[in-house]
């Protein structure tokens, strides 16, 4: 079964820039997680890496590639990576239809 996930616009846009402005590999992509822990009981975890694994399902949008392990997807299928930026915060949001609640810095969730 193939689950979704969407990359906005804003978060697409902020993935390229990052990889510029820190002189990444030009084929970094953004790894998504999902790690026991945090306040809510699953905590997301983001870091770049260049190494596809057998088990990751590759997302694109706009040039920006966020990979995700097929673990990981069961609890992210239908969610939609944001990057939001307002006077007070610079931060990627997952906005994810599964999660029964988050905590308040939004880096946990439970299901």
């Known amino acids: 079964m193939t689950q979704n996930f969407d990359i906005t616009e804003a978060a697409s846009k902020r993935l390229k820039e990052i990889i510029e402005i820190d002189k990444l590999d030009p ?50 299928g239908g969610s939609q990576l944001n990057f939001i930026e307002n006077l007070t915060t610079k931060q990627f949001i997952v906005e994810n239809p599964n999660a029964s609640s988050s905590c308040g810095c939004g880096s946990s969730f439970a299901v």
Do not use: P, W
């Open 27 to 76: 084929t970094s992509m953004l790894r998504l997680s999902i790690l026991g822990g945090g306040c809510s009981g699953f905590q997301y975890n983001m870091d770049f890496d260049t190494t596809k694994n057998s088990d990751d399902h590759v997302f694109e949008k706009d040039g920006a590639v966020v990979v995700i392990d097929e673990t990981s997807l069961d609890l992210l």
